[in-house]
């Protein structure tokens, strides 16, 4: 089922990147593979789903076989949004651009000391990111060596992982360090290490947020001309 699905998603292929690298990747199992469309789900419980379909007819029937326990749903097809977050039941839905490095040329970083963190700066990463129910994501960062860190004379300056989903993410800059070009040398850095890892590198930025998609057209990165939502709840 999985080279159906594959099939399917690569007709609008940076549009449908997220689902296809999450398969390659072996991160999801494929729900529902048709000529209507493709629904996938993560292997460590169900949490998150994507689905990509024909129109909100399909994507009502399709979704039916979403799994209990799911807490993001990642719909790609905008006539399919308040559709499914009303059966779902879902409170929120955010518009995000898709974004990927469809090159295979490493970026430089400059002269920025960058470097894996390690489990002492997970509480301070948890807190600027979010708060500090994130610290148990932090540290699964850590543990998996995609936590990234910039430092400046020594001091944490920045930091970007990649989410459990797959694409890159969590891209942060202290304000007193910012302007200086240590957001495009850390993404750089996390381009460069799914590159190293046979990854096609790729994120999603909410829309609005221009700062992120400034830095992501500088690195190169390419725009899908469709847009995604995530829908959870608050």
Known sequence: MINKALEYL???YLHNLDMIEGLRRDLYDVLYAAEDGVL???????RTHM????DAEA????????QPGCGLFVAHQADT???????LGFDEASECWQAAYLGDTPLSVGDFEIKKLDMSYAPVAAEIYSSSDYLEYMQRQIRE???LGAFVDG???GFTGRHVQGALGMLEVLPEYRRRGIAAA???AAINRELNEGHVPYGQIVIGNNASRAVQEKLGMSFAAKNVWWLEND
Request: negative net charge; glycine residues 8%; hydrophobic residues 40%.
């Open 155 to 157: 001091e944490l300056a």
């Open 10 to 12: 690569q007709r609008e």
């Open 186 to 188: 850390l993404e750089s």
């Open 40 to 46: 996938i789900c993560d292997r460590e419980g169900g």
């Open 145 to 147: 060596g995609v936590l």
């Open 59 to 66: 994507a009502l029937r399709i979704a039916k076989l979403t």
């Open 51 to 54: 689905l990509s379909c024909r």
């Open 81 to 87: 949004v308040e559709p499914l977050r009303e059966l």
